[in-house]
C-alpha cells in the first residue's frame, strides 16, 4: 500500500519531463486526449525553470473524478517515493476519499489503468 496522502505528487522537474514525455506518446497513439495538460504542464516546468525550482506538484494525469463518490483519482505507484512509472512497479488509480481502485497494473500498462479509471462508472 502507498502511504497516506499519495507522496507521488511532488516530482522532481526531470522526472515531469518523463512523464510529459510518456503522455505525448500516448496522445499520438491516440489513447490520451488532453494536449491541453500537456502544454499546461509544460509551461509550469518552464516557469519553474526559470526560477530555479527543481520540483514540481502534477496532481491528476487527466484522471476523471471517482465515478462513487465523484473525488479526485491519483495514480499511486507501490514504490512511493518516486513516480517514474517505473516499468516493473505496481501501479493502479485510486480514488482518494472512497478508495475505489482499478486492478493493478505495470508501470508500461499505464494507459491500461487511464482507461481502465476513465471508463469506470
Ligand atoms: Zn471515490
Same mark, same amino acid.
Request: glycine share 4%; proline share 3%; charged share 35%.
Given at each position: 500500500? *502507498? ?5 507521488l505528487?511532488?516530482?522532481?522537474v526531470?522526472e515531469? %519531463?518523463?512523464?510529459?514525455? %510518456? ?5 499520438n ?6 494536449k491541453k495538460?500537456i502544454d499546461?504542464l509544460?509551461e %509550469?516546468?518552464k516557469?519553474l525553470?526559470l !526560477?530555479?525550482m527543481t520540483?514540481?506538484?502534477?496532481y ?6 471517482c465515478?462513487r463518490?465523484?473525488?479526485? *483519482?491519483k495514480?499511486?505507484?507501490d514504490?512511493?517515493?518516486?513516480? !517514474?512509472l *517505473?516499468? !516493473?512497479?505496481n501501479?493502479?488509480i485510486?480514488c482518494s476519499k472512497?478508495?475505489?481502485r482499478?486492478?493493478?497494473v505495470?508501470?508500461w500498462?499505464?494507459?491500461? *489503468?487511464?482507461k481502465?479509471w476513465?471508463? %469506470? !462508472?
Amino acid at each position: 500500500m *502507498a502511504p497516506e496522502g499519495g507522496c507521488l505528487y511532488k516530482l522532481a522537474v526531470q522526472e515531469a %519531463r518523463i512523464i510529459i514525455d %510518456r503522455l505525448k506518446k500516448m496522445l499520438n497513439r491516440k489513447i490520451y486526449n488532453n494536449k491541453k495538460r500537456i502544454d499546461e504542464l509544460e509551461e %509550469r516546468i518552464k516557469k519553474l525553470e526559470l !526560477n530555479h525550482m527543481t520540483q514540481i506538484e502534477v496532481y491528476e494525469l487527466d484522471l476523471k473524478p471517482c465515478p462513487r463518490c465523484g473525488e479526485k *483519482a491519483k495514480f499511486i505507484e507501490d514504490d512511493c517515493g518516486t513516480f !517514474n512509472l *517505473a516499468p !516493473n512497479h505496481n501501479h493502479w488509480i485510486e480514488c482518494s476519499k472512497c478508495g475505489l481502485r482499478t486492478m493493478t497494473v505495470k508501470g508500461w500498462e499505464e494507459d491500461l *489503468a487511464i482507461k481502465l479509471w476513465n471508463e %469506470r !462508472n
